[in-house]
């Protein structure tokens, strides 16, 4: 293992910074080659994957049931007035596909992440030196923390997306006449 650190270091540019970590053998690189090494490459590269084929299916499935919504639409009109009414034109303008944009973007993120740390793994995870160890484990940090983030950004799309349907589902509900349930006549 030691002949693949060193023939690689010099292609990454390492000699120079972890000069004088040939043949560390401490507690954390040994634990972190034997047991997490492995498993954090190939987690984030499916992780990577993943996300790449979920990405436009989220993407697309929540502009076309949430962001195209009637209700939707009307509050962010809503929130636009309001908006001028107590900053002023000041030029910006809340819009519609806005948070739709910012989800995309963080999946893109996440997505680079788990790649970037996968990568990591089978590169400099694979030179001896603290250094290099604790970057891998800490881009493994930074991209869970990503997804977690990308995760909570769904779960807030898909509660607004919920309260939607129910509204819509209450709307049908009262158009109904509770005795024979056929459609009752409009109001």
């Known amino acids: 293992m030691n002949a693949i650190a060193t023939a690689i270091a010099p292609t990454l540019g ?29 987690g984030f590269l499916t992780l990577g ?6 990405n436009t299916f989220i993407i697309v499935q929540l502009k076309k049931e949430l962001y195209d919504h009637d209700a939707y639409r009307d509050r962010v009109v809503a ?24 989800l995309s973007r963080c999946i893109l993120t996440a997505i680079v992440l788990a790649v970037v740390t996968a990568v990591s793994q089978l590169t400099i995870g694979l030179y001896p030196s603290h250094f290099c160890t604790i970057i891998c484990i800490a881009l493994a940090g930074v991209t869970v923390i990503s997804l977690g983030v ?5 779960a807030c799309n898909l509660r607004d997306w919920f309260e939607f349907m129910e ?8 158009a109904r006449d509770p005795q024979d349930g056929e459609l009752g006549s409009p109001k």
Not at 150 to 154: C, D, H, N
């Open 14 to 42: 390492l000699p120079g910074i972890l000069a004088g970590t040939e043949g560390v053998d401490d507690a954390l690189f040994s634990f972190y080659a034997a047991n997490l090494r492995a498993s954090f490459f190939s």
């Open 167 to 174: 509204h819509a589902a209450e709307q049908k509900t009262k």
């Open 79 to 102: 929130r636009q007035a309001l908006r001028k009414a107590n900053e002023g034109a000041d030029g910006r303008r809340l819009g519609f596909y806005g948070p739709l944009r910012r």
């Open 49 to 54: 994957g993943f996300l790449v084929a979920v």
């Open 150 to 154: 990308v995760l909570v950004m769904i």
